[in-house]
T-cell receptor, first 108, second 116 residues
């Protein structure tokens, strides 16, 4: 069983839709990252969370430490948001554990 | 302030050759982490280094793989006698200190290794 589980694995949305990607984890963590990976490209860190909620533009990330759950929301989605979104948690010993990613396609 | 720089971006090696992947951390960062992303799989931790020290190599294959982060210069991930199964994207991340709450790691663009 993976330490980090993401859902859904694949997501297709119409431009303008509100999108939610979920992440559940089973290890004790000191922080959680949401990462974005474009096809053929590198990885961009979107958020680092240890509690509560953060917002950058149209992106919102929340974390519930007690429930070991985080969500990434995209408001007013756009085709350029199409990418793989990866949840990563920082566990004991400073190792990262990664989800397998959610592949998002936003259709114009 | 340049981000984490990895080179080369793409590397092709024949079976049995050596692959050297370089990671230059962000300025002021002394902690480097290497990850591997196999095709159709998620990222997996390989090794965590601080300047001149390997802190945690629990994710490194026991043979053919080695990593270093010298006092001067980039961190190097070295794969000897590459095999087709080594084909993957290799990412590194850096942080200014050991990862504690509110310390963010920054990721490089990755090196895509293809073994033919």
């Amino acid at each position: 069983k993976n330490e980090v589980e993401q859902s859904p694995q694949n997501l297709t949305a119409q431009e303008g839709e509100f999108i939610t990607i979920n992440c559940s984890y089973s290890v004790g963590i000191s922080a959680l990252h949401w990462l974005q990976q474009h096809p053929g490209g590198g990885i961009v860190s979107l958020f680092m969370l240890s509690s509560g909620k953060k917002k950058h533009g149209r992106l919102i990330a929340t974390i519930n430490i007690q429930e070991k759950h985080s969500s990434l929301h995209i408001t007013a989605s756009h085709p350029r948001d199409s990418a793989v979104y990866i949840c990563a948690v920082r566990g004991p010993g400073n190792q990262f554990y990664f989800g397998t990613g959610t592949s998002l396609t936003v259709i114009p | 302030n340049a981000g984490v720089m990895q080179n080369p971006r793409h590397l092709v090696r024949r079976r049995g050759q050596e692959a050297r992947l370089r990671c230059s951390p962000m300025k002021g960062h002394s902690h480097v982490y290497w990850y591997r992303q196999l095709p159709e799989e998620g990222l997996k931790f390989m090794v965590y280094l601080q300047k001149e020290n390997i802190i945690d190599e629990s994710g490194m294959p026991k043979e053919r793989f080695s990593a270093e982060f010298p006092k001067e210069g980039p961190s190097i991930l070295r794969i000897q006698q590459v095999v087709r199964g080594d084909s993957a994207a290799y990412f590194c991340a850096s942080s200014p200190r050991g990862l504690r709450p509110n310390t963010e790691a920054f990721f490089g663009q990755g090196t895509r290794l293809t073994v033919v």
